[in-house]
């Protein structure tokens, strides 16, 4: 099978990779940098260099694939980030129609299913729709919930101020994925029949927020870590600060305020995965314990 991924060498399309090379298929890998050339090429894939933005590139980059993994990846210079990753899934969509694909694992969130209210994830919801309306063309969302590894951002904050904190409290639920099982996941649909549009959702772990921090805790030796809960206002204060740029701050503390409120997982919860997949919270500790001890 011949297939085309996106995301370059990310924390998910470099995984995939490897496992659909070593399934015996032949992989493209899209990616905007072209230093990534050789490394792509080194895995034994083949390097398509060129922009996301650009239908005509990324329409010939898909076609002859007989399946295709699409991800949006993040943009923090967006003037209008919603626009930005509905545009991205425009293009997508157009892609897929002019070259002929009839097979798409696509990458998705938990939350995707509201329209509005959710940060970030707000754009998703316009991608899955746009993919939605091809007609002919086999689509599988995969619903992804909190990264693993946007702990790696609280870093700093536990090294300079002894703390990890957001605008929501230690009591607020946290369904969490490790990137690796995403790519497994992605893997498995690539490889499988599915007809029509639908959705599956991962986890990895599902805990508090207050467990979470507890046992990211005890892995660095800091088993007394609080979490501090921080105002809308403080939360976003704090990210400008960081240097996020004013759009990002402001709709990340918007998602802050969903994961408050609960409501990204109101479908996640009625579509729930039989098990969790391989990576445990416990598991993914010792890998922030390494990345703490790095920085």
């Known amino acids: 099978m011949k297939v085309t991924i996106t995301g370059s060498l990310g924390n998910i399309s470099q995984p995939l990779a490897k496992q659909l090379l070593q399934a015996g298929h032949t992989v493209t890998i899209i990616s905007s940098d072209p230093n990534k050339k050789a490394a792509i090429e080194a895995l034994g894939a083949i390097a398509s260099i060129g922009a996301l933005g650009d239908v005509a590139f990324v329409t010939s980059a898909f076609t002859g694939a007989d399946a295709v993994y699409t991800m949006i990846p993040p943009f923090f210079g967006a003037s209008n980030y919603r626009e930005y990753v509905a545009n991205a899934g425009r293009i997508y969509a157009q892609a897929i129609a002019s070259a002929g694909i009839k097979k798409v694992v696509n990458l998705s969130s938990i939350g995707a299913h509201l329209e509005s209210g959710t940060g970030p994830i707000a754009g998703l919801h316009d991608a899955e729709i746009a993919l939605n309306q091809l007609e002919n063309v086999a689509i599988k ?3 992804a919930p909190f990264f693993y590894i946007n702990f790696y951002n609280d870093i700093p904050l536990i090294k300079h101020q002894g703390i990890m904190g957001a605008n929501y409290p230690a009591s607020t639920r946290l369904v969490m994925v490790h990137p690796a099982d995403i790519a497994a996941a992605v893997a498995e649909e ?6 029509g549009k639908s959705i599956r959702y991962l986890v990895s ?4 927020v207050g467990e979470s921090v507890a ?26 600060q960081a240097g996020l740029p004013p759009v990002m701050a402001t709709i990340f503390t918007e998602m802050g305020a969903a994961l408050r409120k609960g ?3 109101e479908d996640y919860d009625k579509n729930k995965p039989a098990q969790h997949a391989a990576h445990s919270l416990e598991m993914f500790a010792q890998e922030f314990a390494a990345r703490f001890a790095a920085e």
């Open 205 to 208: 772990d599902d805990r508090t």
């Open 215 to 240: 046992v990211l805790a005890n892995a660095i030796s800091k088993p007394s870590l609080p979490w501090v809960e921080f105002t809308d206002e403080q939360s976003e204060n704090g990210m400008l």
């Open 190 to 195: 690539l490889q499988q029949n599915f007809t």
């Open 141 to 143: 969302h995969v619903r």
């Open 263 to 265: 409501i990204l997982w």
